[in-house]
């Protein structure tokens, strides 16, 4: 048992509260079962006077989106001199932005799809790709802003160009890659199993379909060949690698095996600060390799620093 005294950073201001808020009070409270001393810190713009004040041992950081997974927060911390979980700095910063962490895991040797990075202002009439092809905020998490668009659909999607669309100027346009939705999730350097998400009632795993009770179906292991299985987990630790992050981040991927069993696998992105909610896949790929929450949270906190 730890007297470790813990600050579960969580809530925040991004579009992801609600997912936050799930994922921080899911590991405060186990955390408390293991033994910690938790606060729990629903984060705001005083946050850094907040922990300041505070002082704990560590800061467990439950933030999604914006602010708590970009490098922000990180930033904070390492000024407050507070050792946290999950990547630092600079990790954070770069898998946040999806076109810039495509192009180092690519240099690493991870394969990715054909994308264009422009200004969500430039959509004329015509496609920038050709059909189908996916349109992502630059900077979002969580599918906030994925748009897919049909192979006959004969103009750009008009809400890129709305009033409504919130999710910053810069998007990436990346060929629509058909195929079943793989994941698979790194802890401390090894991979963890790999997960095929299949959305139930959704064309893809969007927002609903991540954190609705009954949205997804998870199939871990997931029902592929060895072969591809271990594809995937090299794929993933490589990526993991490259971008530089730490204690644990997850790997989507897109994997087609319609004409082979080879078939194309293709990375889509890390993720740094994994979901940790009951319906997550983090914690499923752990419990599936004999690791429960309450240890998992713990490894973490232990894991803990600054300088990441």
């Known amino acids: 048992?730890?007297?470790?005294?813990?600050?579960?950073?969580?809530?925040?201001?991004?579009?992801?509260?609600?997912?936050?808020?799930?994922?921080?009070?899911?590991?405060?409270?186990?955390?408390?079962?293991?033994?910690?001393?938790?606060?729990?810190?629903?984060?705001?713009?005083?946050?850094?006077?907040?922990?300041?004040?505070?002082?704990?041992?560590?800061?467990?950081?439950?933030?999604?989106?914006?602010?708590?997974?970009?490098?922000?927060?990180?930033?904070?911390?390492?000024?407050?001199?507070?050792?946290?979980?999950?990547?630092?700095?600079?990790?954070s910063a770069l898998a946040m932005d999806k076109a810039q962490a495509k192009k180092v895991a690519a240099a690493a040797g991870v394969p990715v799809a054909v994308e264009r990075v422009m200004n969500r202002f430039d959509f004329t009439s015509e496609h920038p790709l050709s059909p189908p092809y996916v349109v992502k905020p630059v900077r979002e998490g969580s599918s906030f802003g994925v748009v897919i668009v049909k192979e006959d659909q004969s103009h750009p999607p008009q809400i890129l160009t709305s009033s409504e669309w919130r999710y910053g100027d810069q998007v990436m346009v990346e060929r629509y890659i058909h195929g079943r939705e793989l994941t698979c999730g790194v802890l401390d350097g090894e991979a963890l199993?790999?997960?095929?998400?299949?959305?139930?009632?959704?064309?893809?795993?969007?927002?609903?379909?991540?954190?609705?009770?009954?949205?997804?179906?998870?199939?871990?292991?997931?029902?592929?060949?060895?072969?591809?299985?271990?594809?995937?987990?090299?794929?993933?630790?490589?990526?993991?690698?490259?971008?530089?992050?730490?204690?644990?981040?997850?790997?989507?991927?897109?994997?087609d095996d319609r004409f082979s069993e080879d078939g194309e696998v293709i990375w889509l992105e890390v993720n740094t600060q994994p979901g940790m909610t009951p319906t997550s896949l983090v914690p499923e790929m752990a419990a599936h390799a004999g690791r429960s929450f309450g240890n998992l949270v713990s490894w973490m906190v232990e894991d803990a620093s600054c300088l990441r």
């Open 1 to 91: 048992m730890s007297g470790k005294h813990v600050a579960v950073l969580m809530g925040g201001f991004s579009s992801e509260r609600p997912v936050s808020l799930s994922s921080g009070n899911a590991c405060a409270l186990a955390l408390e079962g293991e033994g910690y001393k938790v606060t729990r810190v629903d984060v705001g713009r005083d946050v850094a006077a907040v922990l300041d004040e505070l002082r704990p041992d560590v800061a467990f950081n439950a933030l999604h989106g914006p602010f708590g997974e970009d490098g922000t927060i990180q930033g904070i911390l390492e000024y407050l001199a507070i050792p946290y979980t999950h990547s630092g700095v600079l990790a």
């Open 193 to 255: 199993g790999v997960t095929e998400v299949v959305p139930l009632g959704h064309n893809f795993y969007d927002y609903d379909a991540k954190y609705a009770a009954g949205g997804s179906k998870h199939v871990i292991p997931a029902e592929i060949s060895p072969k591809i299985y271990q594809k995937i987990q090299t794929l993933a630790v490589m990526a993991h690698r490259a971008i530089g992050c730490r204690g644990v981040s997850r790997s989507d991927f897109r994997y």
